[in-house]
């Protein structure tokens, strides 16, 4: 091989090296990732001569569609025409008479032209939002950019879904948002391409669509005076005085559903009865069973009021079905059915009677009676109910689609008995949860949904037959807002996280890759959602810090979700920066740390995250305990793990818990040890009704009999008390902790002790 040979060949591999890198980076860009996808060399030029033409009236509003959100930024006039050019720089819009599937697309780029194919305008419009991630990321400003180059690189791509119902939820009820939030939530739906809208209209904190047969229902039930401030179940709660209110009018329903149309997005109405129906019945108490005042909830959760199953509660409820029915064209209407609490059924003397007449032996099928009933209602006026899971305890109604939300049993089981299901499970994809135990993350319900968790998420459960399989048709995401009032909360909460539960919505199951999308479209995502000024979580990055127990000290590792994240960190509490340590390998603790870390995320350019643990290395660390009152299966560990828990977000792994029962537990220090302090960490109002242990005391002794008091404290305040005394040498400790047993949430009739260390110096 000749110099000049050998040069060719090196700059050809360099060139298709390049070419398939920048490739590679332009199929990085595209979210959720695309059936098939095929490469060339060269790129597309959107300027100032672009047209854009369309084939059949139906594509028109598609194409028209594209041109307006193309506009504002290129500042290009880009033409829409039904004739097609034979030259030039053109995009086409074309409907075709082929065997491509209900929402499949065909997108091809050349230098001349970009073209793209569907059966449908659906198919049509998720190409358009393919082609919208092939543009730079500025191509999301509103207004003009000064762009040298608006360049589409060459590709073919074939794309079609995986499922066929890809859905979102928003709670409007517990804190109101208005038509514009709307319609931006919308058009993030579909930018991810999903079709289904739910809209969760009605809830025990406000009734949010006027209904004209009715209008005490906007009229009482959209406002009520004020709302918890902090958690509901904190051991105090306090209400910020603040009145809130809102509904929608039919006009702004309906202005809603057309612009949800033309994204083509199905919007599903949600009227959850029969529980959460407290604003229903503060402006309608007579249909209730006890017929008594009740009020627009301040708090949340789950409430004792419900409808009563009688013959002047259904016509009321088919003439609200009947109004909603007429405004949605939605195939399908949610009836809710979630969370019925049937003490007031069971103390009513009308439903004991029903029970007789209808040979109903428990409330649950009261319960499905009342379902029934409703599907019936909601089935005359030609659509489908769907309905959480619990529409499956005393027998579903025919034909009801179930949404599983409680887990995947409800899905599973519906499944079986032939019913179509929508998988929600609250586990991995309800996004009003945290997305890291770091304490800079914004107040969120409870429990912990990472990116990570979000994205491995599969809907179609394996043990399922392949007959069975078919009936999941699709999952649903869900935003429940009640510690969400801001539309920047709410963005917060939403991005990345909608993202993965798209790629797992659409493509196909073999082609994802965790390391694939967090490491190369995700930061291309994250620079998107920037340009389009959305406040997106960068907690995917935030790292975490965990400990083991390694002979008597403690081993500390760190990590991220994203590999190759760089994490800084510091042992004395204090804020890592740049400079400080980085972490590289376990680190041996061997006295009371407050560890501290940061990541540095790369394609973001700073430091996010603040994880923070307190350890606690002492004389009792993974020594013999045992107790009086056996605490939650599983949990016992906690006491003597060397964590304390509150420089954490709650998290009932964290804890020991005794349930409607008192601590009382013996360690064993194997020898005759001088101790002096007991440290006792406990969870006091970070979630639930979680309160402190009304006393402590601390017993010494040798021999397991004979104890000597040490130390004491009354209505210690939490989260941690320490109780010191004067040193003594004892081989076994008794620590009691009472557990105030007054629980005032009917959801938790056995209140919980939270425990978290025992701490012994």
């Not at 993965?500 to 479209?521: F, G, P, V």
Request: with cysteine; proline share 6%.
């Amino acid at each position: 091989m000749n110099d000049s040979t050998l040069s060719y060949y090196l700059s050809s591999t360099l060139m298709a090296f390049a070419l398939f890198f920048s490739c590679q980076q332009a199929y990085a860009e595209i979210t959720p990732k695309p059936h098939h996808i095929d490469y060339a060399q060269g790129q597309f030029e959107l300027t100032q001569e672009t047209e854009i033409s369309f084939n059949h009236p139906d594509a028109k509003p598609v194409a028209e569609y594209l041109a307006e959100f193309l506009r504002p930024p290129t500042g290009y006039l880009l033409p829409v025409t039904k004739q097609t050019r034979s030259k030039g720089n053109v995009i086409t819009l074309h409907l075709v008479d082929s065997a491509l599937a209900e929402e499949q697309y065909q997108l091809a780029v050349s230098a001349q032209s970009i073209k793209i194919s569907a059966r449908t305008p659906t198919g049509l419009f998720w190409a358009v939002q393919s082609l919208r991630q092939l543009l730079p990321a500025e191509i999301e400003s509103r207004m003009p950019i000064n762009q040298a180059s608006w360049a589409v690189p060459q590709v073919t791509i074939n794309d079609k879904p995986r499922f066929k119902y890809r859905g979102m939820h928003l709670d409007v009820s517990r804190h109101f948002f208005d038509v514009d939030f709307v319609k931006r939530y919308i058009d993030w739906l579909a930018m991810h391409k999903f079709n289904v809208f739910q809209w969760h209209l009605t809830d025990d904190q406000g009734w949010r669509i006027a209904i004209d047969a009715y209008p005490k229902l906007t009229e009482i039930g959209a406002t009520r005076p004020h709302t918890v401030v902090g958690h509901t179940y904190d051991y105090q709660p306090l209400f910020d005085q603040q009145p809130v209110s809102g509904f929608y009018t039919q006009a702004q329903i309906k202005e809603v559903i057309a612009y949800a149309q033309a994204r083509h997005i199905e919007v599903i109405p949600e009227i959850d009865i029969p529980g959460h129906t407290s604003a229903l019945l503060a402006a309608y108490p007579e249909l209730s069973c006890h017929q008594q005042p009740v009020k627009v909830q301040p708090q949340f959760g789950i409430f004792e009021d419900v409808l009563c199953p009688r013959e002047d509660v259904f016509a009321f409820l088919s003439t609200v079905y009947k109004e909603v029915a007429e405004l949605f064209p939605s195939q399908y209407i949610h009836i809710g059915g979630d969370e019925v609490i049937k003490k007031q059924w069971l103390a009513s003397p009308f439903v004991k009677q029903l029970m007789r007449e209808h040979q109903l032996s428990t409330p649950e099928q009261v319960q499905s009676y009342f379902i029934k009933r409703v599907a019936n209602i909601v089935q005359a006026q030609g659509k489908t109910v769907i309905g959480w899971d619990e529409i499956l305890e005393g027998g579903v109604a025919e034909g009801a689609v179930v949404m599983s939300w409680r887990g995947t049993q409800g899905g599973i089981a519906a499944a079986k008995l032939g019913h179509q299901v929508v998988m929600s499970p609250y586990q991995y994809i309800y996004f009003d949860a945290y997305q890291s135990r770091n304490l800079d993350e914004p107040k969120a319900i409870h429990g912990l949904s990472t990116l990570k968790n979000v994205y491995h998420y599969e809907p179609q459960p394996s043990h399922l037959s392949p007959e069975q399989q078919e009936l999941i048709i699709g999952a649903q995401g869900a935003l429940w807002t009640e510690y969400i009032k801001t539309p920047r909360h709410a963005e917060y909460m939403v991005f990345p996280r909608l993202s993965a539960l798209a790629e797992t919505l659409w493509s196909a199951k073999a082609d994802k890759s965790w390391s694939e999308y967090s490491q190369q479209r995700l930061p291309k995502l994250m620079q998107r959602y920037k340009k389009m000024h959305i406040n997106a979580a960068t907690s995917a990055y935030n790292p975490t810090i965990s400990s083991a127990i390694k002979g008597e000290q403690l081993q500390v590792s760190m990590r991220t979700d994203i590999e190759g994240t760089e994490i800084y960190y510091t042992l004395d509490g204090s804020e890592p920066t740049l400079t400080s340590l980085r972490y590289q390998q376990p680190i041996i603790i061997s006295e009371r740390t407050r560890v501290r870390a940061r990541s540095f995320a790369k394609p973001l350019g700073q430091l996010v995250g603040d994880a923070q643990l307190t350890l606690a290395p002492h004389l009792a660390l993974g020594k013999e305990i045992s107790f009086s009152y056996p605490p939650a299966e599983g949990s016992a560990t906690k006491l003597q793990d060397g964590q304390f828990a509150y420089d954490q977000f709650y998290s009932v792994n964290d804890y020991a818990i005794f349930y409607d029962s008192d601590l009382e537990a013996v360690i064993d220090l194997d020898s005759p040890t001088l101790v002096e302090r007991v440290e006792i960490g406990y969870n006091s109002g970070r979630h639930r009704q979680l309160h402190p242990p009304t006393s402590i005391k601390i017993w010494g002794s040798n021999d397991n009999k004979n104890w000597q008091p040490l130390a004491h404290i009354q209505q210690p305040p939490g989260p941690m008390s320490i109780l010191s005394f004067a040193a003594t040498r004892v081989r076994y400790l008794k620590v009691s902790a009472i557990n105030s047993k007054q629980s005032q949430d009917i959801q938790i009739p056995k209140l919980p002790l939270y425990i978290d260390e025992i701490a012994v110096y």
